[in-house]
């Protein structure tokens, strides 16, 4: 075999790892695709803490639907406040929680002069803590503020059918201008789990993405 015949089947063989050229590998990574859901920071609270700070008997109002069953956005807002400054406006996700929490983007730390640690949802203990104000009244909380940390929801069948399992870190790879391989992303598998990425506003701007982008699953 020649050297240039040696180089094309070379080259031949990376491609076709990567699925350029061969229809059935092309096939297989498109099978590991997941749409994309893009998150500002938010807010889940308690239903205690909805009361003070709203009124007593107080219920969410739904105005939007999210990608999670049984998810919605609310019509209200609240301001949350820290050391050093406060950001308005940030929506409530319902229902209410057990225990109420704030998902931050990273910059806000800043602003709010707080350190919210890097967190799944949920994982509370010794996060940060910030002020909560509602039209009636405010909670401190001591521990609730986190940064989310990027993940896949989906259905344990959806797991099987990627070949993953629920708390595996796998990798995301985006296309696009602006593209790239994310770490770090935490599968999420469980009944209730509808397919979804999880990104929130930070990482979505930075990867140049919108709700009608997609990314690839690579373990």
Known sequence: MSNKEQIAEALFKVLSERGVGDGKAGSDRDDQMVPIGISNRHIHLSQEDLEVCFGKGYELTPIKDLSQPGQFACKETMTVAGPKGAIEK??????????????LLAGDNFKLGIKAPLRMSGDLKDSAGVTLIGTEGSVCLKEGAIVAARHIHMSPSDAERYGVENGQIVCLELDGPRGGVLQNVVIRADEKGLLDCHLDTEEANAMGLSSASKGRIIK
């Not at 319902?94 to 225990?99: A, D, I, L, N």
Request: avoid cysteine; hydrophobic fraction near 30%.
């Open 90 to 103: 940030v929506r409530i996700l319902g229902p209410t929680r057990k225990q109420s929490q704030v998902e």
